[in-house]
């Protein structure tokens, strides 16, 4: 493995965060001739690669290595996010409830603020 710089290794660090909320116990793993890709280990013990997830091929630098499981990490979160059935997993009823609390919350506030307008200028 090269040398890192100080600058380096707060990067990695930096990095390994973000990819440890998505992918956790991920770490590096040199995968032969100087290439470098991001593995998990999964329950069964089986290595699953971060990098290859996303059609990322194996980078010669560690840096980029990280910079790339971090992008995956990104993007691997914002499916979850957005997926349409994810809500299908979750009570109706409780996310109606939850957006009838944001409206009245929101309306409540609006209301208040005239008022305190309306004294103002009396």
Known sequence: MKQLSIQDKKQIEKFKRRVHKQFPGAFLMG???????????????????????????????PVKAWELASTSSKTYQNINRT?????????????????????LKRESGVESRKIKDQDIYY
């Open 31 to 61: 995968v032969g001739s100087g290439y470098y890709t991001v593995v998990q280990e999964a329950d069964d013990l089986s290595i699953k690669d971060v990098l290859a997830e996303f059609m990322f091929n194996p980078v010669k630098d």
């Open 83 to 103: 997926h349409p059935l994810r809500i299908e997993g979750s009570n109706m009823a409780d996310k109606i409830a939850r957006v009838e609390a944001r409206r």
